[in-house]
């Protein structure tokens, strides 16, 4: 924890280096959100370089060093949730599974596949939950929903992939 | 990890979502991370990021011009909320189950608010639920110097709750926003430290676990408004149906609406059209786009001509500091757009307001819209004390006034802000009244009379949920009193007001929040929301699951495996006496009263053994005797998965006088799992119980995720029943066993 602090205390005196160790530390994560929301590899990783960017340029404002992970996030789900928005104006289908057959699947990518089999609301609900760690109180502050409604999203989603996984 | 006290039912679902949960973290830390993404490559990776954004950059020329525009437009600097959820909103929620070791300190003044309600309700500081908020001796002499500050307003209407102060000026606000609010989370931190537990909460889910039952009963009830709402159509004679309220005469809004004549119907996607409706002949007169995309669509209002739409939007603008600099910005607000609806084919916008804050609640009482919203403050070091538009909110792009934001005379941790105000639809472009209440969040209830905030407290021992009452007759808004109660309050129903009295039940969990045993009182609060009453400690290991409120008589119910429905007699607020226990299988998650003598339940039917669910559950009781009540029928929809009733309870169609009830409840089909959607319509008489009118299966509007379960709302105009969803409405003949007589689809 000190340690973070540390690092978030020189990244806003503009050290790189512990900007890096910021990042080191969550970039996976939020690959793994971007990808799992917006179903698409070049599109998240898109999404994940601009919000680095964006991140750096703006390490000023990152208030408190405990809030690293949450305040990235929130910059990475603004960004999916435009690039969400701009996929609904958009007429190609977006990533197609590799075809193959349910059963051949490891379990991975049955997972995978029922996560990918739920809505976009969905997908960043439960993607917010378990890659960025958000309550159902921040995420009903950043989709703009009741927090009821959003546990019962989750919760409704969550019981989805159970009855596909089956 | 087990917890006897604990019902199985929701602890399987718990497990359950907790291994969906890991299983989604495994597949996906398996997931190969793209190499230009590593750390080592930090500076490819800044420079691909600029770029990129240079090829999509239609979101900063869209910020850059909203910027514009509102510098042109409101000639004041948007506001600059950058809102990050983090640590200090949540930290109450992230460790719940911290047992402090100085048991006596927060205890102590729960326990005189126990004392407080056995004596006599003249016994005003040993104060009960004003707890230890309303005895600070400072109050009055702040609140004075709330006066002089604001010498314009009426002095009369000046009275602030106690145990709230009203800003005197912006530096004051701000030491209260960010100096106080740091120190309250601060000496919390410490007490957490001194904890041995150190008990962490994994990924949400024990927290959650209680409020989704919470959530759920969020959807109980609403008194038979539809009986009121009836007659007022254009033509006088046909009855229609309205949406189902908590309070009659206090109208919510929502995504679908009638007049008798009209249909209304806003779909997510930002388009509201108006429907003339006549028998199974529909056709859309009216539409129109908010061309806005920042916005969300919310709810609606209808009133004679006059038609709102409630959204909410976040914003990023570009902010100009100076020296070719400009400085990202980000702000929630919500939005109500009036519209005059006289000419059905040409809907005219009348005006507009904004108000900082994410969307919370509206209400429309007579000619006025109460906007609610959750506003958060820059972040301290970004927030500087000369510029207050960083930390208190703006309506209209107006701050408000350092008098209009009151913040509690003890310190809380939270530095969020609860906005209110009122808007006067003769005048839609323009904010009547605003207020501001620091360090409250949580859920509204609102009464006839009265506002009442509640959120929980976590910083003692025991959790605490704090009410705060405002009046808002024609749009003034005015703090009256603020208190506190033991343990947690379910949802909306769970509170009623009555008489100048406000009765409250709620499931108090005495040892923390996951650990300990629950039980489950009764609190009648005065209109200073001191306590005058109580009854403690019932059904101890099951928590509240709906409630409901009828002049001198209350009823809820708890449950663990069986489903106790308590009746409890309120006619003497220092005395309420529970009248009866009736205990049946399953649980009712919502209670409407249904004509004369009977209360409807909406809820599950359990195994009483096992506690597994067997299907949907409505259930009629006979409350003539209120010591004596009956479970006199039920019927039993198996295999309903979701039921949105539920969830939200202005889904659902109910009219007693009308004999009818509907909603819509999702099945997961066992072969494909996919989930199918059903719309039933139901009536009741005593010969021969629930009766189905209607099954119809929603599957046409369906998509995968089943988010139509939410959109779908079933209404009736005089014998025609309609079924309006995201892309339709389908009407069908009520004389003629809901024969389908008409579609339109969009």
């Not at chain 2, 007579?366 to 000369?386: C, I, K, T, W």
Request: hydrophobic fraction near 30%; proline fraction near 2%; charge should be negative.
């Amino acid at each position: 924890m000190t340690d973070c602090k540390q690092l978030a205390y020189e990244a806003r005196q503009g050290s790189k280096e512990a900007f890096a160790q910021l990042y080191q530390a969550v970039y996976q994560d939020l690959y793994r959100f971007a990808l799992y929301v917006l179903k698409n590899p070049e599109d998240a990783q898109d999404a994940v370089a601009e919000t680095v960017a964006d991140a750096y340029a703006e390490i000023k404002k990152l208030r408190d060093s405990e809030a690293f992970k949450g305040w990235i996030f929130k910059i990475l789900s603004n960004k999916c949730k435009r690039k969400l928005k701009e996929y609904t104006r958009k007429t190609e289908p977006l990533y197609e599974q590799e075809g193959s057959v349910r059963g051949d699947l490891d379990q991975d990518m049955q997972v995978r596949e029922a996560f990918f089999s739920l809505s976009d609301e969905e997908r960043f609900i439960v993607a917010m939950q378990v890659f960025g760690g958000y309550k159902s109180k921040e995420i009903g502050l950043i989709l703009h929903k009741n927090h009821n409604t959003v546990r019962s999203r989750l919760n409704r989603a969550l019981k989805k992939m159970e009855e596909i996984l089956q | 990890m087990k917890d006897e006290n604990f019902n199985d039912n929701q602890m399987q679902d718990e497990n359950n979502r907790h291994e969906i949960i890991q299983k989604i973290r495994e597949s996906a830390d398996k997931e190969k991370i793209p190499e230009s993404l590593n750390p080592e490559n930090l500076d490819r990776l800044l420079e691909q990021g600029k770029n990129s954004k240079g090829r999509n950059g239609k979101w900063r020329d869209a910020a850059a011009d909203f910027a514009f525009r509102y510098w042109k437009t409101a000639g004041v600097a948007a506001a600059c909320v950058i809102l990050v959820v983090a640590a200090v909103n949540l930290m109450p929620l992230m460790n719940l189950n911290y047992r402090s070791e100085n048991k006596a300190d927060s205890a102590q003044s729960m326990d005189t608010s126990s004392e407080a309600a056995k004596q006599d309700t003249g016994a005003e500081d040993s104060a009960a639920s004003g707890g230890d908020m309303g005895a600070e001796p400072k109050d009055s002499k702040d609140m004075a110097k709330a006066d002089e500050a604001a010498p314009e307003k009426k002095s009369e209407d000046k009275e602030t709750a106690e145990g709230y102060i009203a800003g005197s000026s912006y530096e004051e606000l701000y030491e209260q926003i960010y100096t106080e609010t740091e120190n309250a989370r601060k000496e919390w931190e410490q007490k957490r430290m001194a904890d041995t537990g150190g008990y962490v909460e994994e990924s949400g889910g024990s927290s959650a676990s209680k409020n989704d039952a919470a959530a759920s009963t969020e959807a109980a009830v609403a008194e038979d408004t539809a009986g009121t709402a009836a007659g007022y159509a254009a033509g006088g004679e046909t009855d229609f149906s309205s949406t189902n309220v908590r309070t009659e005469g206090v109208d919510e809004g929502d995504i679908v609406k009638t007049d008798g004549s009209y249909i209304y119907t806003l779909t997510g996607s930002g388009t509201l059209r108006i429907v003339s409706a006549d028998g199974g002949s529909m056709s859309v007169v009216g539409q129109t786009s908010l061309d806005d995309l920042t916005d969300s669509i919310q709810e609606m209002y209808v009133d004679g001509n006059t038609l709102c739409v409630v959204t909410s939007g976040y914003d990023s603008g570009l902010e100009w500091q100076g020296d070719e600099t400009y400085m990202v910005n980000s702000r929630d607000f919500i939005r109500l757009y009036t519209y005059d609806i006289t000419d059905k084919s040409k809907i005219t916008l009348k005006g507009m307001v904004e108000q900082d804050g994410g969307y919370y609640s509206t209400r429309k009482v007579g000619n006025y819209v109460y906007l609610l919203s959750q506003f958060y403050p820059v972040y301290r070091e970004d927030a500087e004390e000369a510029q207050p538009r960083l930390y208190v909110p703006s309506v209209n792009n107006e701050l408000l006034d350092s008098s209009d934001v009151l913040y509690p005379a003890v310190p809380q941790m939270e530095n969020g802000q609860l906005v209110i105000s009122s808007v006067n639809l003769e005048k839609p472009d323009k904010i009547q009244e605003s207020k501001s209440l620091i360090g409250a969040s949580g859920r509204c209830y609102v009464s006839r009379e009265s506002i009442y905030i509640f959120g929980e407290d976590y910083r003692g021992e025991e959790m605490r949920t704090r009410i705060v009452r405002f009046s808002y007759k024609d749009g003034e808004i005015q703090a009256r009193a603020a208190g506190e109660v033991n343990g947690s309050i379910n949802d909306t129903f769970s509170m009623d007001e009555y008489d100048g009295y406000l009765r409250v039940v709620a499931t108090r969990y005495k040892d923390g929040w996951w650990g300990g045993s629950m039980s489950n009182s009764l609190y009648v609060l005065d209109d200073k929301l001191k306590m005058t009453g109580k009854v403690e400690d019932l059904a101890k290991g099951e928590q509240i699951y709906s409630a409901r409120f009828m002049g001198n008589t209350g009823y809820f119910v708890t449950y663990r495996q069986m489903d106790p429905l308590f009746s409890v007699d309120l006619s003497d607020p220092a005395d309420p006496k529970i009248l009866g226990e009736l205990k049946i299988t399953g649980f009712s998650e919502y209670l409407h009263f249904y004509g004369e003598n009977k209360l409807l339940g909406i809820g599950w039917e359990t195994d009483p053994d096992t506690g597994e669910r067997k299907g949907l559950k409505l259930s009629m009781f006979d409350i003539s005797n209120p010591a004596d009540v009956k479970e006199i029928d039920k019927m039993v929809l198996k295999n309903v998965d979701f039921c949105q009733a539920m969830e939200d309870y202005r889904s659902i169609l109910i009219d007693p006088e009308e004999n009818i009830l509907g909603f819509s409840a999702g099945v997961y089909d066992r072969n494909y799992y996919e989930l199918q959607g059903y719309y039933g319509v139901f009536t009741y008489n005593p010969e021969e119980g629930f009766q189905k009118l209607l099954y119809q299966s929603i599957s046409k509007w369906m998509d995968s995720s089943g988010d139509e379960l939410a959109c779908v709302r079933g209404i009736y105009i005089g014998n025609t029943f309609y079924l309006c969803g995201s892309s339709g409405i389908s009407a069908f003949d009520r004389e003629k066993e809901y024969e389908n007589c008409g579609n339109l689809e969009w």
